[in-house]
């Protein structure tokens, strides 16, 4: 099953009278069960790749398709739908809401894709029991360490079940240790939960976790590399 197929895929912001092509027809797939990292130059047109592939940023032209669904020719409706219900974001900065514990900020993203009540409740403690942090439950962000944001931020992320999981230097804010664990637990969402992800990265030693590793320079995807996955 492929979960991301992106071709030919462009994109030109406005900048003024200029018009930055920050994508110039990169091409990219990634199946069920795999993790591809995504390695360029700072300005090279990752994070544009990712919100494009994240249905949050519409390319100016090419192919997209989330999951067996083409998404570039729907509505505001439909893709928040496919938001919703097929990926799941990572960011650097985790992005967790403060005032909210550790089991609230899981069971408020599935508020936000439809689970309600008892039945987001269930789900919330079984994704924060599965990354490891179920004795934080009650926890506010600001007594967790970075690596158990992270971790919240990864359940947030599984909520609902998504196929696709993206993430935009998910481990540049933790130490190696704890980035290494990190990706650990993203390498086990592949082999185990046979999710497909990509995971923007700028560090090597995270390498060893993918099953590839693409370069893009200058807005296209230059060159592909196959690795051993661990
Ligand atoms: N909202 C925007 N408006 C104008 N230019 C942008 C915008 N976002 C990104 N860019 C430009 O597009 C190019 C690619 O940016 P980006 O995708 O953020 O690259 P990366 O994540 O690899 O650093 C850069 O030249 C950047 O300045
Ligand atoms: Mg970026």
Do not use: W
Not at 23 to 33: F, P, Q, T, Y
Not at 91 to 97: E, T
Not at 199 to 212: E, G, N, Q, S, W
Request: charge should be positive.
């Amino acid at each position: 099953m492929r979960v991301l197929e992106a071709r030919d895929v462009t994109k030109s912001y406005r900048d003024g009278r200029d018009a930055i092509q920050a994508l110039k027809g990169a091409s990219l797939s990634v199946e069920a069960g795999e993790v591809v990292i995504l390695n360029g130059p700072s300005g090279s047109g990752k994070t544009t790749f990712l919100s494009i592939a994240g249905c949050i940023l519409a390319p100016t032209s090419g192919q997209v398709m989330v999951n067996g669904t083409s998404v570039t020719s729907l509505g505001g409706r439909d893709l928040a739908r496919i938001r919703r219900h097929a990926i799941g974001f990572v960011f650097q900065h985790f992005n967790l809401f403060p005032a909210l514990t550790v089991l609230e900020n899981v069971q408020f993203a599935l508020n936000m894709k439809g689970v309600r009540n008892r039945a987001a409740r269930i789900e919330a403690e079984e994704l924060v029991i599965a990354v490891g942090l179920e004795d934080k439950r009650h926890a506010l962000p600001r007594d967790l360490s970075g690596g158990q944001k992270q971790r919240v931020a990864i359940a947030r992320a599984l909520c609902g079940n998504p196929a696709l999981i993206l993430a935009d230097e998910p481990t540049s804010s933790l130490d190696s240790e704890i980035g290494g664990r990190v990706m650990a637990m993203f390498r086990d969402l592949a082999t185990r939960r046979d999710k497909g992800l990509l995971i923007v990265t700028h560090d090597p030693a995270l390498h060893a976790i993918a099953d590839r590793v693409v370069e893009i320079r200058d807005g296209r995807i230059v060159a592909e590399s196959k690795e051993e996955p661990l």
